[in-house]
């Protein structure tokens, strides 16, 4: 046996796995997203209609899918960057020497990584409740008047936005830790002797060196954050007004509530191209910076 | 080793033969009273055993449809009667007008007829309703009586005239009326009281710009302009009892459920200061709308007299009343309330009469997708987005997109019949 085949014997379950569990499926639902199928084709397979592009030409003409996908990428835009600029300072401030109490701290922001969205959901209704959230209270006390954080369709998204990145921020702060903690200090001790500042130690060393990392951070944030779904799902049902509706919601809808199984996949699609896409950009990018 | 193989097989072996297994399957809570009325059951009908399977309601619906994919579908079971027309249409159910006709324990015009009207498509009847879901107002009988008022409204006018005096004796800070924005039940039942039908030409079309719903949308959307309603969904709201009870709302649109949870929630002061009606309508007491689940036999099951024989069973009065003490579901049938706690309850007593005035929504599978439709033009007409001629041309815009399918549907049905019609005339001598 050579050694090539003896690699592919190797790799061959792994890839029976992905051709059974997702080449397969992905095939299928693009074929799928090709016809009309639905309830009514569930029963008689007569009663579906080939429709080649339709679904997507539909789904283009449709402002629900237009508002959804303006309402991700502005959850996308706005979240992924905060998100990391949160894990960063987070990661930033545990490495610190000046640091106390690290264990305790480390794993209280990792906290609510491992709680469930759902249970969060409920105290985050009650935080930001218009007439008896804390938020409010504290906002009162300082003058602002009372925001209706979940019924204004201008402040939704914002509260989805807070709610998702304080959520998750914890999984990036522990993968930027180690990050940070494989920069050798060496490196530090001789900026300090050249007389380096604080700030100058940050922009030459310290971010340049976690730049692998904050790229592998910022790929997996944005695939996440384009599959938005269970935030607003728990938080608002997608509204008021449709304000927090994601394309992944709409999917859902179309797919599993309406079971119109056809435009659900063109959803799922055009999503996924989408998601490939802006990924293909950011690995471009991250290999230009590290190019320069 | 062999023996325990032997052993495992007759753990598994089939019952004796003359004993029949019926699968049944049940949602939520109403799964869990049902397997306490199950054994009377068995003791009459030694020769059946019943195996209840209990679906948690958020999973009912998809676990259905994959069951009647894998053709996996219990011999009885429970469905909420907006989903009968779907599974219906997927020929999935089994038509029950020869056996009602020839029960002796149940009749037809002993059931309200607007609920037993959601089981009836085409002229078929394909299911029993075990209980009946309507909405009406539960209204605050002390700040009602505060404003100047001393019985609850019987039309659209005097509903917005009590609003109007409640609202300007509480304030800026509290409101008269909740409708919660996330729900399309309270604005479907005030339609359903118009006589003009939601959907026309046999539900090809919506029909949302017919004059009637147009009357109603403006009365509907009067009510948030006003500021008589809160712009609110009722996840927002938090508590709706509690609220109910701090009098942040004085009418409330809901359904039956909310008895028990009001008695449960509000304090013992306030018990006597609440009420419920039966929904105003446009010129005097209005229709409602007729929801609630039925009991269904599968088409495809191989004993369809003992499954049968489990929904009379369940529809028997004294059995009725005792899943009404279990779980407080309004019973379907008439004889079902006369002479029991049922017809002394007096929070019930309202929920007696709107019942007999209980409307089905258009019994097609698209339905259900038609009334969100509904709720989010409305959401937006209450937020001033659209006027309401704008809303009502644009839900009859997505109505004729969600009904496209069917209207192919019906069209081919229709081109087949004549062609084999035609086909028949040459053939004949």
């Known amino acids: 046996m050579n050694a090539s085949r003896a690699g592919w014997l190797f790799v061959a379950p792994a890839l029976v796995v992905i051709a059974v569990f997702f080449l397969l499926p992905a095939m299928a639902s693009l074929l799928l997203s090709l016809t009309d199928f639905d309830l009514y084709a569930l029963s008689d397979s007569r009663r579906m209609r080939w429709v080649g592009l339709g679904n997507y030409i539909d789904l283009l003409q449709r402002p629900l899918f237009w508002q959804a996908l303006g309402n991700t990428l502005y959850f996308v835009v706005v979240g992924v960057p905060v998100s990391i600029a949160v894990s960063l300072t987070a990661a930033l401030l545990l490495n610190s020497t000046a640091a106390r109490f690290t264990p305790f701290f480390r794993t209280a922001l990792f906290a609510p990584v491992v709680t469930t969205v759902v249970a969060v959901a409920v105290i985050w209704r009650y935080l930001f409740h218009t007439r008896y959230g804390l938020i409010n209270v504290v906002l009162d006390t300082v003058g602002i008047a009372p925001i209706d954080w979940l019924g204004d369709p201008n402040w939704a998204m914002p509260t989805i936005i807070l709610f998702a990145v304080w959520k998750n921020f914890g999984y990036n702060m522990i993968i930027l830790l180690a990050g940070l903690q494989a920069i050798p200090v060496d490196l530090f001790e001789a900026a300090r002797i050249d007389g380096a500042s604080r700030w100058q130690q940050l922009r030459y060393i310290t971010l340049p060196s976690l730049l692998p990392t904050l790229m592998m951070v910022s790929i997996l944030t944005l695939s996440g954050y384009f599959q938005l779904f269970a935030e607003p799902y728990v938080m608002t049902e997608g509204g008021p007004l449709q304000s927090t509706m994601s394309v992944l919601y709409l999917m859902f809808e179309d797919g599993f509530k309406w079971w119109n199984l056809g435009a659900a996949s063109a959803v799922a699609f055009l999503l996924f191209l989408l998601m490939l896409s802006s990924t293909f950009a950011l690995v471009r990018l991250g290999r230009r910076s590290q190019a320069l | ?429």
């Open chain 2, 1 to 429: 080793m062999i023996a325990a193989f032997l052993l495992m097989l007759s753990g598994c072996a089939p019952p004796p033969s003359d004993q029949i297994e019926l699968k049944f399957w049940a949602m939520g809570r109403e799964g869990e009273a049902v397997s306490l009325l199950l054994p009377e059951f068995e003791r009459r009908h030694p020769e059946i055993r019943v195996q209840l399977q209990q679906l948690p309601w958020t999973a009912a619906h998809s676990k259905l449809l994959t069951a009647y994919a894998s053709d996996a579908l219990p011999d009885v079971f429970q469905l909420g009667n907006t989903w009968l027309p779907e599974l219906a249409e997927l020929d999935a159910l089994a038509v029950l007008d020869g056996a009602l006709l020839n029960s002796h324990s149940v009749q037809r015009a002993d059931y309200f007829p607007g609920i037993l009207d959601t089981n009836v498509i085409d002229g078929t009847l394909y299911g029993l309703p075990w209980y009946v879901d309507t909405r009406l107002l539960f209204y605050r009988r002390d700040l009602l009586s505060q404003a100047g008022y001393n019985s609850p409204p019987e039309t659209w006018g005097e509903w917005m005239q009590m609003q109007a005096a409640i609202k300007a004796m509480v304030g800026n800070e509290r409101y008269a009326v909740l409708l919660p924005v996330n729900e399309f039940e309270p604005l479907l039942a005030l339609a359903l009281q118009q006589e003009m039908p939601l959907l026309r030409e046999h539900a090809r079309y919506g029909n949302f710009r017919s004059a009637e719903f147009r009357r109603t949308l403006s009365f509907y959307v009067e009510m948030f302009t006003r500021d008589f309603a809160p712009k609110m969904t009722n996840t927002q709201i938090s508590n709706v009892w509690t609220e109910f009870g701090r009098g942040y709302f004085s009418f409330y649109v809901s359904g039956p459920w909310n008895i028990a949870e009001f008695q449960k929630r509000l304090p013992l002061e306030l018990q006597s200061a609440w009420m419920t009606a039966p929904l105003p309508g446009p010129n005097g007491p209005g229709a409602s709308n007729a929801g609630g689940s039925s009991l269904v036999v599968s088409r495809k099951s191989v004993h369809p007299e003992a499954a049968w024989k489990l929904i009379e069973y369940l529809s028997e009065p004294t059995v009725q009343r005792e899943f009404h003490g279990l779980v407080g579901a309004m019973p379907p049938r008439r004889s079902s309330w006369a002479q029991s706690a049922l017809a002394d309850d007096v929070y019930a007593r309202a929920f007696r009469e709107q019942l007999e005035r209980a409307k089905p929504t258009p019994r097609i599978p698209e339905w259900e997708r038609i009334a969100t439709e509904m709720r989010l033009v409305a959401e937006r007409a209450v937020h001033g987005d659209f006027s309401i001629e704008q809303a009502v041309v644009e839900l009859d815009v997505r109505t004729d997109q969600i009904l496209e399918k069917r209207r192919w549907l019906l069209d081919r049905e229709a081109a087949e019949a004549t062609t084999a019609q035609l086909h028949n005339r040459t053939q004949r001598p």
